[in-house]
T-cell receptor
Framework: EPEVTQTPSHQVTQMGQEVILRCVPI?????FYWYRQILGQKVEFLVS????????KSEIFDDQFSVERPDGSNFTLKIRSTKLEDSAMYFCASTHPGSLNTGELFFGEGSRLTVL | AQSVTQPDIHITVSEGASLELRCNYS??????LFWYVQSPGQGLQLLLKYFSGDTLVQGIKGFEAEFKRSQSSFNLRKPSVHWSDAAEYFC????????????FGAGTTVTVRA
């Protein structure tokens, strides 16, 4: 069964460093998302991406964050200069809108980011 | 904008007992509703979903949920809980007219005692 894959599963970085989290969505999907979950808290929407551009972003997704789909298969989240409060589990998700789509997002296993 | 409320932060239930997790949503149109489960250190697994039709939906692992439009609720139930059901459960509402974005509730942690 096709699945969303994410790398790395865990990354430890120093504050101020750049981090890139990678995702390979399901191949025929057209909408892509990043969510994050700070330890013990709810899953929060960061950004949605469709047709090679951001379609919506939350207030969390400030200028330190960016996303791109560089090669038609990978979908990346970059944090330019990490802060302690960026420590969280980051989930990638995708979906394929269509007449049979029921709105389900398919989530990856997550990338845990620890900022020291 | 859509939102979800899960009133119960933590529920403890005995193995073999029934379980009900509450979820209330806010959305201006017919919602897409989901329950996801997250075991410790793991990702999000879809338990079940509702988008139309029969308001009682069956999911994996013996879970079911009932959509009640009049109460804006989508409560999750299981008749007999197993120790492996200990996890965090998230209710989510989707917005098909808003890029299918999901909004999650704060989650309910379920502890199962022997």
């Amino acid at each position: 069964e096709p699945e969303v894959t994410q790398t790395p599963s865990h990354q430890v970085t120093q504050m101020g460093q750049e981090v890139i989290l990678r995702c390979v969505p399901i191949s025929n999907h057209l909408y892509f998302y990043w969510y994050r979950q700070i330890l013990g808290q709810k899953v929060e929407f960061l950004v949605s991406f469709y047709n090679n551009e951001i379609s919506e972003k939350s207030e969390i997704f400030d200028d330190q964050f960016s996303v791109e789909r560089p090669d038609g298969s990978n979908f990346t989240l970059k944090i330019r200069s990490t802060k302690l409060e960026d420590s969280a589990m980051y989930f990638c998700a995708s979906t394929h809108p269509g007449s049979l789509n029921t709105g389900e997002l398919f989530f990856g296993e997550g990338s845990r980011l620890t900022v020291l | 904008a859509q939102s979800v409320t899960q009133p119960d932060i933590h529920i403890t239930v005995s193995e073999g007992a029934s379980l009900e997790l509450r979820c209330n949503y806010s959305y201006g149109a017919t919602p897409y509703l989901f329950w996801y489960v997250q075991s410790p250190g793991q990702g999000l697994q879809l338990l079940l979903k509702y988008f139309s039709g029969d308001t009682l939906v069956q999911g994996i692992k013996g879970f079911e949920a009932e959509f009640k439009r009049s109460q804006s609720s989508f409560n999750l139930r299981k008749p007999s809980v197993h120790w492996s059901d200990a996890a965090e459960y998230f209710c989510a509402v989707g917005a098909p007219r808003n890029d299918y974005k999901l909004s999650f509730g704060a989650g309910t942690t379920v502890t199962v005692r022997a």
